[in-house]
C-alpha cells in the first residue's frame, strides 16, 4: 500500500511556512505539518497563521501553487498554566486551511489537570471537525502507548487519538503487539526517523538527540516496516520528522528532506 508522506516541521524548525512548503514540493513530498502553535522555546521562531494574516496568504498560496496537503497541525501542547482554551485561534485558522488533526503533548505531573484538559481540547476541536492526537514523547508526562491509552479510555472522546513516533515508540519501549491490540480508529498518522539503539539514559541526552540528530529510517534500531504495519490503523498519513542539525547544515533543507523521504520509502518497500 503506498501511503502519502507529509514533511514535518520540526526537521527544520527554521523554516517559514511558505519555504516549508515550496522545499516539501521540490523533494517529492504529497503534504506539510506545520507547527503554528507557539510552544515558546528558546531558539524557535513562533510562526502564528492565526494572527499574521501576510504569512498565512502567503503559506496558502505556495499550498495552492504546489498543491500539496496541509492536513495535520502542531502542538496544542498541555502543561501546567496553559488553558487550552487558549489554543483556539490556533485551530480555527487551521480548519479553515484544511487541516484536519491536531498534535498534543502532555507536559503537566498532575494527573486530574491534564485529563480535564485533554478532554476540554477534544471537545474545543469537535466544532472545528479536527482529531486530536496524543503524542507519547519520552521525556514528558504521557511518555509511552500504555499511558496514551489510558488517557483516551478516560476521557471518552470520539476524536481522540494517538501519533506514533518512531523515536519515541523505540526509547519508551512498546512493542509490536502493544500496537497491534489497540483500536484501529486511534490512528490516522506516525511520524518516521531512526535512532541508534543505546538509549540516553539522562534528560539532556535524550532532548538533544531527538531535537537535532534524528536519523533517516532504517539507519538506525528502529524496525519502521514492523511498526507501521503493526498500527491497526490503515491509510495512515506519515510525517517524516527528521531533525539533524549537521546534515542540515552539510546537505541544505531541500536535499536533506529529500534524503528522508527516500529513506523512508526504501525502509517500507514503496520506492
Avoid at 477534544?122 to 466544532?127: K, N, R, S, T
Avoid at 500504555?146 to 487519538?161: K, P
Amino acid at each position: 500500500m503506498k501511503h502519502l508522506f507529509s514533511l514535518v516541521h520540526l526537521t527544520n524548525i527554521h523554516c517559514p511556512p511558505p519555504q516549508l512548503v515550496y522545499t516539501a514540493a521540490k523533494a517529492g513530498y504529497d503534504a506539510v505539518s506545520i507547527r503554528t502553535i507557539p510552544l515558546g522555546l528558546a531558539g524557535e521562531k513562533p510562526y502564528d497563521l492565526a494572527h499574521d494574516k501576510a504569512l498565512r496568504r502567503e503559506t496558502q498560496a505556495a499550498l495552492q501553487q504546489t498543491g500539496l496537503l496541509y492536513k495535520d497541525t502542531e502542538i496544542a501542547r498541555i502543561a501546567d498554566g496553559v488553558d487550552v482554551r487558549e489554543h483556539e485561534p490556533y485551530l480555527e485558522a487551521a480548519a479553515e486551511m484544511g487541516v484536519q488533526q491536531v498534535t498534543t503533548n502532555i507536559w503537566s505531573p498532575d494527573k486530574d489537570f491534564y485529563t480535564q484538559q485533554f478532554a476540554r481540547l477534544c471537545e474545543l476541536c469537535v466544532q472545528y471537525g479536527l482529531r486530536v492526537n496524543i503524542e507519547f514523547v519520552t521525556w514528558a508526562t504521557v511518555a509511552d502507548l500504555r499511558q496514551a491509552a489510558a488517557l483516551i479510555r478516560a476521557v471518552g472522546c470520539s476524536n481522540a487519538g494517538i501519533l506514533v513516533d518512531a523515536l519515541h515508540f523505540h526509547r519508551s519501549r512498546v512493542s509490536l503487539q502493544e500496537l497491534r491490540q489497540c483500536p484501529a480508529d486511534w490512528f490516522h498518522c506516525a511520524h518516521l526517523c531512526d535512532c541508534e539503539a543505546p538509549i540516553p539514559t539522562d534528560l539532556e541526552s535524550l532532548v538533544h538527540t531527538g531535537r537535532a540528530e534524528r536519523l533517516y529510517p532504517g539507519e538506525g534500531a528502529v524496525p519502521i516496516a514492523d511498526m507501521i504495519d503493526a498500527i491497526p490503523g490503515k491509510n495512515i498519513l506519515l510525517g517524516l520528522e527528521v531533525p539533524h542539525e549537521k546534515r542540515l547544515q552539510e546537505f541544505g533543507f531541500e536535499e536533506h528532506a529529500r534524503r528522508a523521504l527516500q529513506a523512508a520509502k526504501k525502509a517500507l518497500g514503496e520506492s
